[in-house]
């Protein structure tokens, strides 16, 4: 079997393949031969990209969808005739795009719309293709659509997808081996998918009795070459049904043949006729996913070198002993003691310190270390602490008596909301917290901020304006190395803090030459330019690491 390492290795290299073959601001490419835009599979891989921490690139591929949907929600192949199959893969796209940007919600469903009518009464689905392609490709249209009926509640939707399936599982040779494999796994993925297991399983577990040794199976029926993206297809399957050796062993083969270029053939082997000259873009699309099984399959957790697995879910919110271990970051009590009595400071403390003064009560939500916290009472805030982390709680309790100051410490979720009285402190902030919820959750803990506080709320979070941490932090999550899971820069906080209710809003960012060192030490030029540059040109730049937003009750 291959190692972890050398799957890793792959994955990475197929990323980047991907990365290299998009037309910037487009889609991904056909395939070598054919370098334009591709519709069909710039939708499908919307899901892979997202599951790949790819955020940018998966956006990027839905706006190009946007604008190039048609009229009536279809969307056109390579040749510029409208496909139901190549409409029901956007649909993939556009509605794992939704999930999360909800302005792509009225673009999937005017797909769906196209779809369903397409459908015959019997629900049949309009097909357009040679006989190349056999018509029950169709089948992998529909969880698309089961999908989109359930997430925006659109019964009908649904209601089609079950008649479809219904009248592909009672068509003689829906399941044949002489078909592609690469075509025959879209049938029986869809079929999974669409909850008929029963129905496909004998038919898979004969398949893989073709299985070489070396994790082969051949193109289809009479061949003994290879379709490299058929297989990756069957290795997912395979997962799928719980076959975990024969899928590995699939993937494995699979990345034994990927080229130098991170790329893939259609197919390869002694009278390939798939694609055998080129890299097709659609391999490398399935050839992530199967990964992402692989690796999601807890018989054989994929550990594959530093950081691999969490570089996969690398947006999970982190429990309490994670946080404090990340926030911590090695240091000790003694030591951030010894760096705050030397007055070394971390910048984003000054606006703290600027809107408000000595005697103010102030309660810190999330306060970590309590670094902030113990700087602000020592210039005479009251200070009040609340973590969700018993252990951050304890190190922030032994940081103020080592430095003999005051507080109170709380530990409590936020999300929970907050164990305090309406009006009980003059101001509620934040530092490295907001950016790790979802804005329905950020506003609702603004909003029981605001019932705490008599004078303002105010937030830092992470600026996506600040390009060199931004260049920085998704050079470490490639890496692996990145600490703090799912953390979401902001370009404003502004409409968030209006949402709440609060009031004379500011906002501005602070810690630009910070933001330098997500960069690595390389950046003596950039420093250079900031130097040169006045405190009022550096504000217009807005490259400050942090972003400071404050409210007014």
Not at 3 to 19: G, M
Not at 66 to 77: I, L
Not at 333 to 342: C, F, M, P, R, T
Request: charged content about 20%.
């Amino acid at each position: 079997m291959i190692s972890n390492i050398k799957i890793r290795d792959s994955y990475q290299k197929a990323l980047a393949w991907v990365k290299e073959h998009t037309v910037p601001e487009q889609g991904i490419i056909v395939n070598t031969q054919e370098p334009v835009p591709y519709l069909e599979v710039t939708g499908y891989f919307i899901p892979t990209l997202i599951q790949a921490n790819e955020w940018g690139l998966a956006r990027s591929y839905a706006e190009f969808l946007a604008y190039m949907q048609q009229p009536d929600g279809a969307y056109r192949g390579p040749d510029g005739k409208k496909y139901v199959f190549d409409s029901g893969q956007a649909l993939r796209g556009l509605v794992a795009a939704a999930g999360h940007w909800p302005e792509f919600t009225p673009l999937a469903l005017k797909t769906a719309d196209f779809i369903i009518k397409q459908m015959g009464p019997d629900g049949r689905i309009h097909f357009d293709y040679d006989d190349d392609i056999p018509e029950f490709v169709h089948i992998f249209v529909l969880p698309a659509l089961v999908e989109t009926g359930l997430v925006f509640k659109q019964g009908d939707y649904i209601k089609a997808a079950q008649k479809s399936i219904s009248y592909y599982k009672q068509q003689p040779k829906v399941l044949s081996s002489k078909y592609l494999t690469h075509f025959l796994a879209y049938i029986l993925d869809g079929f999974i998918d669409m909850g008929e297991v029963d129905f496909v399983k004998a038919f898979v577990e004969e398949l893989f009795t073709t299985q070489g040794k070396d994790g082969r199976i051949p193109a289809h029926e009479g061949v003994n070459w290879v379709c490299s993206v058929g297989l990756a297809q069957l290795a997912i399957v395979g997962y799928k049904l719980g076959m975990q050796r024969q899928a590995d062993q699939a993937l494995d083969y699979v990345c034994s043949i990927q080229n130098a270029s991170g790329g893939f053939y259609g197919s390869y082997g002694y009278g390939a006729k798939y694609f055998p000259k080129a890299e097709i873009s659609w391999a490398n699309k399935f050839f992530l996913d199967a990964v992402h099984h692989r690796n999601s399959s807890p018989p054989n957790v994929l550990i594959g070198g530093p950081g691999f697995a969490q570089t996969l879910d690398s947006r999970q919110i982190l429990d309490d002993q994670q946080w404090h271990k990340a926030i911590k970051a090695g240091q000790t009590v003694d030591g951030l003691a010894a760096k705050i009595k030397s007055n070394n400071f971390p910048v984003w403390c000054k606006p703290l310190l600027t809107h408000t003064k000595p005697d103010d009560v102030l309660l810190e939500l999330g306060s970590g270390t309590g670094e902030l916290a113990a700087i602000c009472a020592s210039y005479g805030r009251q200070m009040q602490m609340l973590d969700y982390s018993t252990q951050s709680n304890d190190f922030a309790e032994e940081l103020f008596q080592q430095l003999g100051l005051k507080g109170e410490f709380v530990c409590h979720d936020i999300l929970k909301g907050i164990p305090l009285n309406n009006a009980s402190v003059d101001w509620v902030y934040s530092s490295g917290v907001l950016e790790h919820f979802s804005d329905e959750q950020i506003i609702s803990i603004l909003k029981e901020s605001k019932r705490l506080a008599r004078r303002g709320v105010m937030s830092l979070v992470p600026n996506a304006n600040a390009v060199f941490y931004r260049i920085g932090k998704c050079k470490m999550e490639q890496e692996g190395t990145w600490q703090y899971g799912h953390e979401d820069p902001k370009w404003t906080m502004r409409p968030l803090f209006e949402a709440a209710g609060l009031n004379n809003l500011q906002e501005y960012s602070i810690g630009t030459y910070h933001a330098l060192q997500f960069w690595g030490k390389t950046h003596d030029a950039i420093k250079h330019f900031y130097d040169q540059s006045s405190p009022e040109q550096l504000r217009h730049l807005n490259q400050g690491y942090l972003l400071f937003t404050i409210g007014l009750i």
